[in-house]
């Protein structure tokens, strides 16, 4: 509604009084900080190389595309990329108060998590750029029709995020992502079968109920995963970390599919690029259902859970 009303920028100007609402809330809800005994220095060298490392690694993967791979801008960024990414390393290898301590990759589960977590916004979250073309761009979907299409998978995707929560706390962590991508493979699948250009919305739902009901399972899951075994005092960086992994994901998950969407395009004229934009969808589509089987097999490097003892049994076990 916003985009028909006002254009585009204005989704971004919702989010300026809820994050008000929420900062003003926070004051009265969440209880304040107890005082640090100690004390450290902010690691701004790391912060900055970092931060600076990234933004031009996601800014090459997004213009690479549209400038060419090989223009002085993308080539530039990409080298610029690599630099900074050797300085971030040196300094959080000498700092004595790293931003990025490398000893917590010794953490399985956190490892585990930002793997997991770039391959589910590798594949995943590319899917909303290809189901907005197909609707938009393939079915001729005005802005409020696409919205409301996307009502159907981001209640799925709310669901499977309930239902992640509640699967993690009974069957642990390792088991509820297996079944997440598992469910996401199968569904994504089946929702290639809705990119075709007589496909009416209907064919696309079931892949959409389904894949976003394994979606929101990774999602809570990845983040369970990623927080596990991390002292409490270092909770923020393990967020971080992972935080960048989807972020990075993502932005290289779209750069490339975009690529392949694209192959059969080309300069036709008529229906002919409908129905190759459709194609290209579909193939995309199930590339991403078959991306998502490593995010599958990488999770099972994940221990297991270790089963409690009874009581009556315990003493039998410590016998020799």
């Not at 900062?23 to 640090?36: E, Q």
């Not at 080298?79 to 300094?91: M, Y």
């Not at 959409?208 to 990774?218: A, D, K």
């Not at 990075?248 to 750069?255: H, Q, R, V």
Request: glycine share 12%; aromatic share 8%.
């Amino acid at each position: 509604m916003l985009t028909e009303s006002f254009d585009w920028p204005a989704v971004f100007y919702v989010n300026v009084p809820l994050a008000g609402l929420v900062t003003l809330a926070a004051l009265f809800v969440i209880p304040r900080d107890p005082a640090g005994r100690e004390r450290r220095r902010f690691d701004l060298p790391g912060a900055l190389s970092a931060t600076a490392g990234s933004t031009l690694l996601v800014f090459a993967l997004v213009e690479g595309p549209e400038l060419g791979w090989g223009t002085p801008l993308v080539v530039g960024a990409l080298t610029l990329t690599v630099v900074l990414s050797v300085v971030f390393v040196v300094v959080e290898s000498r700092s004595a108060d790293p931003l990025m301590p490398f000893r917590l990759f010794r953490n399985r589960s956190l490892t585990v998590g930002m793997t997991v977590t770039f391959v589910s916004m590798a594949t995943f979250g590319v899917l909303p750029y290809f189901l907005t073309v197909l609707m938009q761009s393939v079915h001729g979907y005005g802005a409020l029709q696409t919205g409301l299409a996307f009502l159907v998978p981001s209640v799925a995707i709310a669901t499977g995020t309930q239902l992640g929560e509640r699967l993690a706390t009974r069957i642990g962590t390792r088991t509820t992502l297996l079944i997440g991508f598992a469910v996401g493979v199968v569904g994504t699948a089946v929702l290639a079968l809705g990119f075709d250009v007589e496909a009416g919305y209907g064919l696309l739902v079931p892949g959409l109920v389904v894949s976003g009901v394994g979606q929101g399972v990774v999602w809570t899951a990845m983040w369970i995963a990623g927080a596990t075994g991390v002292a409490d005092h270092e909770q923020g960086v393990a967020n971080g970390v992972v935080s960048t992994a989807l972020n990075i994901g993502k932005a290289i998950g779209l750069a490339v599919f975009t690529v392949v969407a694209d192959l059969g395009v080309g300069d036709r004229i008529g229906e002919a690029p409908r129905a190759a934009t459709a194609d290209g969808g579909s193939l995309v589509v199930l590339l991403t259902a078959a991306g998502m089987v490593p995010g599958l097999l990488v999770t099972l490097s994940l221990p297991r859970p270790v089963r409690a003892v009874s009581p009556a049994a315990a003493p039998e076990r410590a016998s020799p």
